[in-house]
């Protein structure tokens, strides 16, 4: 019941243009999850990067299951299973980035070029449900919530991996 596990794998590219760029990216999305990207538009207005208020600039895929964590798998070998405190919120998800989208076994494509991207993981435990579901919806308990040393402490036992300052 307080095992951790993986709720889901939101993976983003930014652009930061609308156009040829973002649809590559897209691509990029689609080709390494076999699943359809949402893209994401501009809050507001930005003059100096010359981004415009509702126009596309990103794009977002969110996976869950077993294919979250293989994909999961594959972008921490690329980062060497290394991850700082940092990377690690209050309410227990981490999150990191990697350089080169063809560092996770993707076969790099002249006309797409490369393009970097951020996983973020969200972590939960049993129960989380009771806070948002529609009928009958109450508080999670506090010892069902998962905190920044337990996910820390998950990680490491699960990935046997590193966490520096």
Request: proline share 1%; with cysteine; glycine share 10%.
């Amino acid at each position: 019941m307080r095992a951790i596990k993986i709720e889901k794998l939101v993976l983003n590219i930014c652009v930061g243009e609308a156009g040829d760029r973002l649809t590559k990216a897209t691509k990029v999305l689609e080709d390494l999850t076999n699943q359809k990207p949402v893209q994401s538009k501009a809050r507001f207005t930005i003059r100096t990067f010359g981004i415009k208020r509702f126009e596309k600039i990103a794009a977002n895929v969110t996976i869950r299951g077993d294919d979250a964590e293989k994909l999961l798998e594959r972008g921490l070998r690329v980062k060497e299973f290394e991850l700082r405190k940092r990377n690690f919120s209050d309410s227990g998800n981490f999150g990191f980035g990697i350089q080169e989208h063809i560092d996770l076994g993707m076969r790099y494509d002249p006309y797409t070029g490369i393009f970097g991207m951020d996983f973020y993981v969200i972590l939960g435990r049993a129960g989380a449900r009771v806070g948002r579901r529609k009928s009958r919806t109450s508080r999670m308990g506090k010892y069902q919530r998962v905190t920044k040393e337990e996910a820390i402490a998950w990680y490491k036992q699960k990935y046997e991996g590193l966490v520096l300052n």
